[in-house]
Nanobody
Framework: QVQLVESGGGLVQPGGSLRLSCEAS?????MGWYRQAPGKERELVATIILTGDTNYADSVKGRFTISRDNAKRMVYLQMNSLKPEDTAVYYCWGTTFREYWGQGTQVTVSS
């Protein structure tokens, strides 16, 4: 059973930046981030595989960057130019033969 633990959420003003981190307790092939805003469905933010290939939601392209450190079993989400509509609970996600989810970390973008 692999566990995912997120950190780095918080309150930031519009236009600001935050960096989310996620540590996996085991090896995972594909990792990424999802988010869920109040009253909305959970949506994909970005994914990254072992080779470093990435995929982003259109709403975050050019503002967010996903990266990973395979040796440390870490995945990161650098979020720049944050907007109020980025406010959500962000979940770390991973899949190899099954899916794994973190507990979520709150990101609030507000002045």
């Amino acid at each position: 059973q692999v566990q995912l633990v997120e950190s780095g959420g918080g309150l930031v003003q519009p236009g600001g930046s935050l960096r989310l981190s996620c540590e996996a307790s085991g090896w995972i092939n594909k990792m990424g981030w999802y988010r869920q805003a109040p009253g909305k469905e959970r949506e994909l933010v970005a994914t990254i595989i072992l080779t470093g290939d990435t995929n982003y939601a259109d709403s975050v392209k050019g503002r967010f960057t996903i990266s990973r450190d395979n040796a440390k079993r870490m995945v990161y989400l650098q979020m720049n130019s944050l907007k109020p509509e980025d406010t959500a609970v962000y979940y770390c996600w991973g899949t190899t033969f099954r899916e794994y989810w973190g507990q979520g970390t709150q990101v609030t973008v507000s002045s």
